[in-house]
């Protein structure tokens, strides 16, 4: 301990290198060297930090007599947080589902063709339940992104879903990336899931997500369909680097996308030193720890003051899907962190409150809807970063 009190150019250089790594393999979308980095920053940071504990203390007791010009500051310092913490708690985030089943998946499908679908077990009846309780449990509503594919297959299911509240929202007809359809076999996928989920909720389905968040740099008329085709909003954007959807320069809060009469939701990222962090949910939920997710979810909400937008899957707390024969880093991206998945829900909605997309930026729809046909200049509604 003492070592770090007296080299703390030592303890800076140590957290700047670390700081460097986890740069460096986020770059290269090194999840475990990311989050071994990330560690040790925190670990060497708590080291320097624990000595310092019976000099807070003393200066703890000091402040039982402050001086009246710390009185002041003392109290305009408690109002700043109090109206912080305020803020925060009038903040409602949207959490949204993307309801697939385990043999849905990119993974899994470099094992199962979509022609095998039909001879598969579904075993996603007993997780949408078990996340419906558990949203009802705390008073929350979630967008669920629905595969065309299941609802032809669970109407039922998907009934009951929009009966206890929630929104129903288009997640493709058969889970394709949009960067490998042209654009007249999206318009198809699109427009035949569309039709599917009306006709089984008898209502209108206005949100839109593309399966593995696909509309990337070079889909972008996928956009234009999706307003042709009635939506309002898309959810197909997420602001980080990844091998799969790498679009680390898009806009981290919602948008109007220009040229077109559609609202972008993106997925929650926390902006650190000029690199978008990862904290929507998903993978990332089960494979980081808590303590991380959960502080990303807080400096957005308050210090950047925005609602962030969470996704996850109903196979993630499905501990015993069956396995498919796939290399190491699939085997990791859907297995691991099964088990603690669920734990994390519930710790995530006891700490914030959680309703639709249609909920959380009810104010901004409208205005999506109600704006000039095309063309149109950007009229980003929220800072993009």
Known sequence: MQFFDRRPALLAAALACAVVINLWCLAHNVTLGALLSLCAGCLLT????APRRERLTAAQSDCTRPHAADNTLLTAAVAAISDRAAHVHDICNAFTIDLEDYFHTEVSSKSVSYDQWDDLPLRIDASVMRLLDLLDKHRAHATVFTLGWVARKRPYLIREVARRGHEIACHSYRHRPVFRLTPEEFRADTELAKDILENVTGAPVVGYRAPNFSITPGTEWAWK???????LYDSSVNPVWHKMYANPNAPRFPYLIP????????IATWRVCGVNLPIGGGAYLRLLPLPYMRAGLAFVNAFERQPVTLYMHPWEIDHYQPQFDTDWKSHIR????LDGMEDKLVSLLRASRFSTILDVHSAHL?????V???????QPLARAS
Do not use: K, R, S
Not at 46 to 49: K, T
């Open 334 to 337: 859907q297995t691991w962190g």
């Open 259 to 266: 040229e077109t009469n559609l609202f972008e939701v993106p």
């Open 225 to 231: 369909i999706l307003c042709e085709l009635g939506f």
């Open 372 to 378: 000039p046909a095309l063309p149109m200049e950007p």
């Open 366 to 370: 409208p205005a999506a809807a109600a």
């Open 46 to 49: 708590a080291e320097w930090l």
